[in-house]
């Protein structure tokens, strides 16, 4: 995803070594990138360790367990209910049926120079975090 998105990443201070994730072989990781994200009004920023593997979600682990400082008032992260992540499920797929409906009416042309300003887009958002650190 990282490779694909075309987005920064930078030398991970500590690197060390993954055996778990490919029976046995073991993996370094060297790397990691900021990322950001938005859950419904919430949006933030996680530095993540990057690893190859085929995964198209941002993996967090138990986000719940730990407060962050949003807009000068504690918010904790809590799971969804059930309830919850079918909602969110439903509309998530409408909304990828309708993009897609509209990548499908697009000539060729369009869509090569929509996939360029996109990763201008994400390159020049990563520098601009970079410059920050």
Avoid at 54 to 60: K, Q, S, V, W, Y
Avoid at 73 to 99: A, D, F, G, I
Wanted: proline share 5%.
């Amino acid at each position: 995803m990282v490779e694909k998105l075309a987005l920064l990443t930078t030398k991970h201070p500590s690197p060390y070594k993954l055996q778990w994730l490919n029976e046995g072989v073991e993996l370094k990781v060297t790397k990691q990138v900021l990322i950001s994200f938005s859950i419904e009004k919430y949006h933030d920023e996680v530095l993540c360790d990057v690893v190859p593997m085929r995964a198209g979600h941002l993996l967090l682990g138990r986000p719940w367990q730990f407060d962050r400082r949003h807009n000068g008032k504690n918010v904790t992260l809590t799971p969804l209910s059930p309830k919850q992540v079918l909602e969110y499920q439903q509309r998530l797929k409408h909304s990828m049926e309708q993009l897609r409906e509209k990548e499908k009416n697009k000539d060729p042309k369009e869509k090569k120079e929509e996939e360029s300003k996109e990763k201008n887009k994400n390159f020049e958002k990563n520098m601009s975090g970079e410059k920050g650190k």
